[in-house]
């Protein structure tokens, strides 16, 4: 029994002998009275009392319901968002993946490359055996065979008409390349910085020498074999020189054909315009 029953069983004890003791004087019951508004004071302030805890109780427990409530919101998007960042992770690890792949994809075909690169420039140096050093070279650079053939070996000076010694090469050249559809062939000429004498037929400067030349040069491997999708010729005169112009040796230097042999990369740029 809690404090407050006990002292309304005490009240109540008292109100029964107030009525039983009838009899008592005045002085007695006036005593009775004032224990039993003592009492009745008490039961009220232990009334209120409770009142008060009881609505302290309810504000407590809806505060805690409240943060529950909350607390369980809480975890609720807590899980939410570790589940998206959990499918965020499994997307960017399966994109990593697909890079990771074609990385490796374009790698094996680029490797490809540089051993066609190295096989070709074997196979075209081998059948170019024999020819002067200082006349014909055949080297790589950036992935690519050059094979430079001096103006001594192809023309005389002014000359776009290849001779005889320059026509051999070229035809042991294109009976290399033939039959290799995965190699552009682009024939560039060049020139030193002394212009072409006033008056040569079909031509104005060294653009056009540059330019005649390396079509005679294109003309002449395409008629040994070569496609003539397969060969581009380009002029470029003076303007992409190995050495200054400074001296004949240096102008000789100058005065070749470059003829460039490029491997195709077609399965390379299909895995780069994929991506």
Known sequence: ???????????????????LLGGCNAKEIAALQQQNAALTSSRDQLQAQKTALEQ????????????LLNKNQQVNQLNDNLTGAE????????????KEQRIAEMQRILDQK???????????????LGFNAQDLQVTVKNGKVYVSLSEQLLFKSGST??????????KKLATALKGNQDVNVLVEGHTDNVPIAKGTPGMRDNW?????????????????????????PSGRAQYVPVAQNDTPANKALNRRTEIILTPKLDE????????
């Open 1 to 19: 029994m809690n404090l407050l029953s006990a002292r309304l069983a005490t009240l109540s004890l008292f109100s029964a002998g107030a009525l």
């Open 56 to 67: 302290e109780k309810s504000r407590n427990e809806a505060a805690l319901r409240s943060s």
């Open 87 to 98: 499918q965020a992770n499994s997307a960017l690890s399966a994109d990593l993946r697909s």
């Open 114 to 128: 540089d051993a066609a690169v190295k096989a070709l420039r074997q196979k075209v140096g081998d059948a170019l």
């Open 161 to 170: 008409k290849v001779d005889p010694k320059g026509q051999e090469a070229l």
């Open 208 to 232: 056009d020498l540059s330019v005649l030349r390396a079509t005679e040069i294109t003309r002449l491997l395409t008629e040994n074999g070569l496609p003539t999708s397969q060969v581009t």
């Open 268 to 275: 390379l740029f299909q895995i780069l315009e994929a991506n």
